[in-house]
């Protein structure tokens, strides 16, 4: 079974330091989502990209957060400097979505977040 | 602007038995899809079953079951034969079949499941 894979898992940083999330999508997916988890927001889109091309990212702090796919098994999310308030699961998602049919989403295991 | 409102923060069922999550939706589109997902402790998001809008025939997938109704803008979810494992937050999700890919997602229902 193809799966998303998410590293780190698990991230304690402190406040003010560079943090970066790293996902390899599942082989021929031609879509990455970056989405963010907290209990307050619940479930919040920051990014995605379609054939490596970033198509939305309106729903990222852009002073502080970032997102790459430098190539087609990796995407990055990058926060820096990050705060306490960006202390969440952080899930990264793939599929293949094309306008002709809707196509499965497969979410990663997601990066949990702890600002100090 | 789509919404998605899961108007249950908490249901809770007997082993064996069957629960129903309510799940209704906002949009003026036609043409969308709709799916639950389950989170269980693991924090992984696990796709459960997913509705194509323009099919009026309701989602299976084993014990899991849908009641898709159009035009009431409503997508239940219907879990029988209710198992300790089912225990978990469910999501019910809005993605528009136009090329936007966002899933819009519920606020979520956590199911407890008692033996």
């Known amino acids: 079974d193809a799966r998303v894979t998410q590293t780190p898992r698990h991230k304690v940083t402190e406040m003010g330091q560079e943090v970066t999330m790293r996902c390899q999508p599942i082989?021929?997916?031609?879509?990455v989502f970056w989405y963010r988890q907290t209990m307050m927001q619940g479930l919040e889109l920051l990014a995605y990209f379609r054939n490596r091309a970033p198509l939305d990212d309106s729903g990222m702090p852009k002073d502080r957060f970032s997102a790459e796919m430098p190539d087609a098994t990796l995407a990055t999310l990058k926060i820096q400097p990050s705060e306490p308030r960006d202390s969440a699961v952080y899930f990264c998602?793939?599929?293949?979505?094309?306008?002709?049919?809707?196509?499965?989403?497969?979410f990663g295991p997601g990066t949990r977040l702890t600002v100090l | 602007a789509q919404t998605v409102t899961q108007s249950q923060p908490e249901m809770s069922v007997q082993e064996a038995e069957t629960v129903t999550l309510s799940c209704t939706y906002d949009t003026s589109e036609s043409d969308y899809y709709l799916f639950w997902y389950k989170q269980p402790p693991s924090r992984q998001m696990i796709l459960v079953i997913r509705?194509?809008?323009?099919?009026?025939q309701n989602a299976t997938e084993n014990r899991f079951s849908v009641n898709f109704q159009k035009a009431a803008k409503s997508f239940s979810l219907k879990i029988s034969d209710s198992q300790l494992g089912d225990a978990a937050m469910y999501f019910c999700a809005y993605r528009s079949a136009k090329n936007t890919d966002k899933l819009i997602f519920g606020t979520g229902t956590r199911l407890q499941v008692f033996p």
């Open positions: 082989l021929g997916h031609n879509t």
């Open positions: 998602a793939s599929g293949l979505i094309s306008t002709a049919s809707g196509g499965r989403v497969n």
């Open positions: 509705q194509e809008a323009y099919k009026q």
